[in-house]
């Protein structure tokens, strides 16, 4: 089982769309969960970072958490043609230094 | 000002040559990372450096050594180059807080594409 398990998509998704992106994990003892957002030929950079059970929201996107299942989701409403990229999911434990990256799900958001 | 930057952008080499690519974080973070991205978009972590001390080393082919001078500086050397190594390199850096509160965002450079004939 991989660390790390995200659907590698592509998901396509009309613009002004909700997209649902997920994400779960094997290591019980992951505390911090970062999602990153990649553009081809880019480097990735943070969109949003959850670390207590439930949603957090920051203006178009959410982020869900839920520890018992192993599983967090990233949403976009409202989607936009400039949200097409990679989208990486990567949980932290504390003490390891270490984030551990999925293989990312490519979204498309078409016009 | 760029907060992490990687020299050189591009680097294309011959099988069998030893190259380096330099990184500095401008941030004062005291840890810093070396990733490897594959074609497959995979990102792996290959090192990790807290204050100048080596805490993350994966199972990476000692052809690989990394070298941290400084907090700030996280260099990457590779000796007799493979053709499997063709890949972008990310250096990366954070602030960790010591265990009792989440890490810092991690923040990358804008990675360097190795190219191996």
Redesign the interface.
């Known amino acids: 089982q991989k660390e790390v398990e995200q659907n590698s998509g592509p998901l396509s998704v009309p613009e002004g769309a909700i997209a649902s992106l997920n994400c779960t994990y094997s290591d019980r003892g992951s505390?911090?969960f970062?999602w990153y957002r990649?553009y081809s030929g880019?480097?990735?950079?943070?969109i949003m970072?959850i670390?207590s059970n439930g949603d957090k929201e920051d203006g178009r996107f959410t982020a869900q958490l839920n520890k018992a299942s192993q599983y967090v989701s990233l949403l976009i409403r409202d989607s936009q043609p400039s949200d097409s990229a990679?989208y990486?999911c990567?949980p932290?434990t504390?003490?390891?230094?270490?984030?551990?990256?999925g293989?990312?799900t490519r979204l498309k958001v078409l016009a | 000002d760029t907060a992490v930057s990687q020299t050189p952008k591009y680097l294309v080499t011959q099988m069998g040559n030893d190259k380096s690519i330099k990184c500095e974080q401008n941030l004062g973070h005291d840890?810093m990372y070396w990733?490897k991205q594959d074609s497959?978009?995979?990102?792996?972590?290959m090192f990790?450096y807290?204050n100048k001390e080596l805490?993350?080393n994966e199972t990476v082919p000692n052809r690989f050594s990394p070298k941290s001078p400084d907090k700030a500086h996280l260099n990457l050397h590779i000796n007799s180059l493979e053709l499997g190594d063709s890949a972008v390199y990310?250096c990366a850096s954070s602030q960790?807080r010591g265990?009792r509160a989440?890490?810092d965002?991690?923040?990358?450079?804008?990675?360097t594409r190795l190219t191996v004939l």
């Not at chain 1, 880019?42 to 943070?46: A, F, G, T, Y």
């Not at chain 1, 504390?94 to 990256?101: H, P």
Request: charge should be positive.
């Open positions: 505390q911090s970062f990649q880019k480097s990735p950079e943070l970072s670390y990679t990486l990567a932290y504390s003490g390891t230094y270490k984030y551990i990256f293989t990312g | 840890t990733y497959k978009k995979f990102l792996k972590i990790s807290n805490i993350i990310f960790d265990g989440p890490p965002t991690q923040y990358f450079g804008p990675g």
